[in-house]
């Protein structure tokens, strides 16, 4: 994963978003702690909103902290998020999911 134009933050980002597995969320606050930089949880949502891996950087699997989808998901929007947590088993209800159940720990 290589891109001359990610700054070192983002790629601490993208590097702990590939942690999450299949089937699992975490929050951004989660990713930022994850990453090396707690606190930074709206900084992760801005680098996910220019994710240039969208692929390889599972960021549909990032959720807030109420467990709810983005909604201007830059890949597609909140409906494309939904799809792909779906596919991979994860049950969406009213925009959220439950994180008791499927949040990575």
């Given at each position: 994963m290589t891109d001359r134009t990610v700054t070192p933050f983002a790629a601490d980002v993208y590097k702990a978003v590939t942690e999450i597995p299949k089937g699992k969320v975490a929050t951004?606050?989660?990713i930022a702690l994850m990453s090396g930089h707690r606190g930074a949880a709206r900084a992760v949502g801005n680098a996910l909103h220019v994710n240039p891996f969208f692929g390889s950087v599972p960021c549909h699997r990032?959720?807030?902290?109420s467990g709810a989808l983005a909604p201007d998901f830059a890949f597609g929007g909140v409906d494309a998020q939904k799809r792909l947590l779906q596919d991979e088993g994860v049950v969406v209800v009213d925009g959220r999911v439950d994180l008791e159940e499927y949040q990575y720990r």
């Open positions: 951004y606050a989660q990032v959720v807030n902290a």
